[in-house]
């Protein structure tokens, strides 16, 4: 049995815990309410653009050159992998990388094997996790998080489009984690570039749209697709930037409940442990009380 010193000791170390943990918890819920309402305003904005992109896109019948609905033979890939840049998240990190090597698994086994598959981390983590593994990557972006801001996201966004364009890469995929509510994080897989057609759900009815273009089609477009690529990765980061201090106070709600826990079982063992020794030196004094009376 431990000794009263010993558990005395455990517990003053968890109760510091706990506080610790309490105030992340309320750290994390104050970041969550920005996050989220940054997140939910962007969402319809981003969601009627993106299908006015894929309609456009797909009505196009190659009238203008649409760079970035160009399909090609996938031989170069990139990864944009998000994640936070700190830990203490719960599985919220982990997550992202399994998705990430199923992935890779699953479709750009053979690109990975002949070194053409690179990632583009943001987030430390994903930073540290991909360097480590001896990944081809690009680190220019990995510390968004630090001043997540539309300018600072509109670079990553540019560069990557500048790439496939140019055709270093023939397919960019983002892999994060969508905000869905403070306990639930959605796994995302999306492709990224080439943009992708809008999908018809109904073949027996026609779902395009005939807009009317000014001041022209072609100036239209030429802005409009690189606007709504780049408000696409700047939502993805933002999803998973709410996903994170949502994950992260999950967990700091949890650890702090099993510090409350431990607390009580400590507090027994203490009262148990000290209710022994006392017991043990008041027979030790009966004890040796009667010694003395019979001498």
């Known amino acids: 049995m431990a000794s009263l010193k010993e558990v005395k000791s455990r517990i003053a170390s968890v109760s510091s815990t706990q506080q610790i943990t309490k105030a992340m918890k309320m750290v994390a819920a104050a970041k969550l309410r920005k996050a989220q309402d940054n997140i939910i305003k962007m969402r319809p904005y981003a969601k009627k653009l993106t299908e006015i992109l894929q309609n456009v896109s797909a009505g196009n019948d190659g009238e203008i050159q649409n760079f970035y609905a160009e399909t090609r033979e996938i031989a170069h890939v990139l990864l944009v992998v998000v994640t936070s840049d700190k830990g203490l998240c719960g599985p919220f990190n982990s997550s992202v990388f ?41 680190k220019d972006h990995a510390l968004l998080f630090g001043s997540l801001s539309f300018d600072n996201v509109r670079l990553a966004a540019e560069y990557a489009m500048e790439q496939y364009v140019e055709g270093t890469y023939d397919r960019i995929d983002l892999v994060y984690n969508e905000f869905k509510n403070v306990a639930t994080q959605v796994l995302r897989t999306e492709q990224f570039l ?23 089609k072609s100036e239209i477009i030429n802005d409009l697709i690189p606007k709504s690529l780049k408000i696409q990765f700047y939502k993805s980061l933002l999803e998973s930037n709410a996903a994170e201090h949502g994950a992260r106070m999950t967990a700091m709600d949890k650890a702090t409940e099993n510090a409350g826990e431990l607390l009580k079982e400590l507090k027994l063992t203490y009262n148990r442990t000290r209710q022994a020794a006392i017991t043990t030196e008041i027979l030790e004094i009966v004890a040796g009380a009667e010694a003395l009376s019979n001498n």
Do not use: C, W
């Open 98 to 138: 399994k998705a990430t090597e199923q992935l890779i698994r699953d479709k750009y086994q053979q690109v990975h094997e002949a070194g053409k598959l690179t990632v583009m981390p943001i987030g430390k983590r994903s930073l540290d996790y991909f360097t480590k593994r001896q990944f081809p990557t690009i």
């Open 194 to 216: 080439p943009v992708q057609p809008p999908e018809v759900q109904d073949e027996t009815v026609n779902n395009s749209i005939d807009y009317i273009y000014e001041p022209s």
